[in-house]
């Protein structure tokens, strides 16, 4: 096998060939990084570059007007005297005049942009190493180009031995409200440009301290949340440990009526369900993912923010992810799907979703699909794994539940169709899927009467959801991801640490979380903050076991997404790889 070195920005990447021709040579051709007409000539890519340039001052400006108007609770306080609404005054009249002297602009630039869409070859940006020239040799081969030493801090989570038989890996699913900064602010949220630094530098590993796992390693983090491992085998108070949950009992005392009493189970009941919580609750990202699927990147310019942090670890990222003219209309803003990766990618989908109400139809949901190399094993065979996440349907009523549910049956089709093609286009090599998991922002939660069309979805019949037991029903160990909006900013859940004990706490998390309805006749939540709509699914693959090894909710985002963060690590048996 040859090998040479090639310098990127900051990188080194190592330049191997590889045994299947057939396999690698097509994906090097279609995967061009950069954007979506990096595969156009140079003055279809120049007449791009033009339009946007030429859009770009409007719509900082539109956002910035609209942004005046629309208060958050982190910054009502700000606006009550005389010289505030002065200078706010002022911030307008100022950005109205500019909106007005930037439009004739916008229009030529609309202009330009519009036709272009018509000849976009692919819905798409994409970062990955490139080569400064082609290694040819007689037969035209095209080299890979992997990343070497792309993660260094990692430990056992992501680089085990090449002779073990399991292969470890790790996948983060979070939705992180990176939209215009007006309609931030409508989910009370500010500074999108600063938020995509932060929320960069904490999927890159520079994350909180955590104070609960302080002075731990990264492989003496929590093992895989089941039931079995909470499971107490007398249901008494005295069969519990209750350091440090006297504040709890106490409380659970003081709710009670005056002469009242309380069966010792229920104590026990709920002092489990805690216990339980705290292994599955993290502040903190022991180490850097594999993959990062993430949800509503909108905004350009906090992306690019998003993107300067997160190519140091992952050096395949694709997004910017839309068609913007499709299914005969035209969507303002993108899908805000984005996956980055520290494998590369060799095949790559986009589906926009057909259906969709109210504000939804103006950004272009869909589902991203991709396939991932992993190496190949000691007989060639080519490992590899699908990964896809979207963002469906927002809203609770019965419209919104009629385009999700359209949405789910379309996604269902769309996956099998891109593996199947994909399949096809490699039809020459032999290969060995590892994983197959759909993750992101499903907008519904599988305990609430009004989601019950979702929940009957047969694409939960086809991948398992790993908070749900055999029966059913959630594990005690699963809590809310929906966060309460209005109170997200309150000072006791304002860092990771404080938002960490309220979601653990039985008595307290559903003033911060959104909750469950159970039945049809009421529309008041109930006080349980377990609305979970970000999920990571998987389906067996054959000759394949997939265990999970742990699943965790992660705190790292408070004040920064009104979501939590999902992550699951998993092994894959019977592979032993080569990279």
Avoid at 9 to 37: A, C, R, W
Avoid at 55 to 70: A, E, G, T
Avoid at 98 to 123: N, T
Avoid at 448 to 470: A, G, K, L, T, Y
Wanted: charge should be neutral; proline fraction near 4%.
């Amino acid at each position: 096998m040859s090998s040479g070195t090639l310098k990127g920005d900051g990188e080194s990447f190592t330049i191997m060939s590889l045994k299947d021709v057939n396999y690698h040579d097509l994906f090097v051709e279609y995967l061009v990084p950069g954007g979506p007409y990096a595969t156009s000539d140079w003055h279809i890519r120049l007449l791009y570059k033009i339009s946007c340039l030429c859009l770009k001052p409007f719509f900082f400006v539109l956002d910035s007007l609209l942004s005046i108007f629309i208060r958050t609770t982190d910054e009502s306080y700000h606006r009550n005297d005389s010289v505030s609404l002065l200078l706010i005054s002022i911030k307008v009249l100022l950005l109205s005049v500019s909106l007005v002297c930037f439009l004739p602009l916008a229009l030529f630039g609309f202009i330009i942009w519009l036709p272009l869409q018509l000849c976009r070859p692919r819905p798409y940006s994409y970062i990955g190493p490139t080569l400064n020239e082609r290694h040819t040799s007689m037969s035209d081969k095209y080299e890979r180009i992997q990343c070497g030493n792309i993660h260094p801090k990692s430990t056992s989570m992501s680089q085990p031995s090449p002779k073990s038989a399991a292969k470890t890996y790790s996948v983060i699913t979070a939705n992180i409200c990176l939209m215009p900064e007006f309609i931030a602010h409508i989910n009370n949220l500010t500074n999108t440009i600063i938020r995509g630094k932060q929320i960069s530098s904490y999927f890159s590993g520079d994350g909180v301290v955590s104070s609960v796992n302080k002075g731990k390693s990264p492989g003496e983090t929590s093992s895989k949340p089941s039931e079995n491992n909470y499971l107490v085998s007398s249901w008494s108070a005295d069969s519990i440990r209750t350091d440090g949950y006297e504040e709890i009992v106490n409380t659970i005392y003081q709710l009670l009526p005056a002469g009242g009493s309380i069966d010792s189970n229920s104590v026990a009941s709920t002092l489990w369900s805690v216990s339980s919580k705290e292994c599955s609750v993290s502040d903190v990202l022991p180490t850097a993912s594999d993959f990062i699927c993430l949800q509503e990147v909108f905004d350009s310019r906090a992306t690019d923010k998003l993107l300067q942090g997160l190519k140091a670890k992952y050096p395949y990222i694709i997004y910017d992810v839309v068609w913007p003219i499709h299914n005969y209309r035209i969507t303002l803003l993108g899908s805000g799907l984005c996956i980055a990766s520290r494998y590369p990618f060799i095949d790559i989908d986009f589906k926009p979703f057909a259906d969709g109400n109210r504000d939804d139809k103006l950004a272009c949901k869909g589902i991203l699909m991709t396939k991932v190399y992993l190496g190949h094993t000691e007989d060639g065979d080519n490992l590899i794994g699908y990964l896809a996440t979207t963002h469906l349907q927002a809203w609770s009523h019965s419209r919104a539940s009629s385009a999700r549910c359209k949405q789910i049956n379309a996604m269902e089709g769309w996956i099998e169709e891109f593996q199947q093609q994909s399949r096809k286009v490699h039809n020459n090599a032999t290969e060995k899927v590892l994983f197959n998991m759909v993750t992101g922002d499903f907008n519904f939660d599988k305990i609430s009467h009004c989601d019950r069309n979702e929940q009957r979805c047969s694409v939960f019949q086809q991948f398992v959801d790993p908070c749900i037991d055999e029966d059913g029903a959630q594990h005690s160990w699963v809590i809310g991801t929906e966060l309460n909006q209005k109170k997200m900013h309150d000072e006791r859940v304002r860092t990771p640490q404080g938002l960490q004990r309220m979601l653990i706490s039985e008595l307290e998390r559903h003033q911060y979380v959104a909750s469950t309805t159970p039945a049809r006749s009421t529309f008041q939540r109930v006080g349980d903050g377990k609305r979970r709509i970000d999920y990571i699914l998987y389906k067996q693959c054959d000759n394949t076991t997939m265990a999970i090894k742990d699943y965790k909710f992660f705190t790292g985002l408070a004040t920064l997404t009104d979501h939590i963060p999902v992550g699951m690590m998993f092994s894959c048996d019977g592979t032993t790889t080569n990279q």
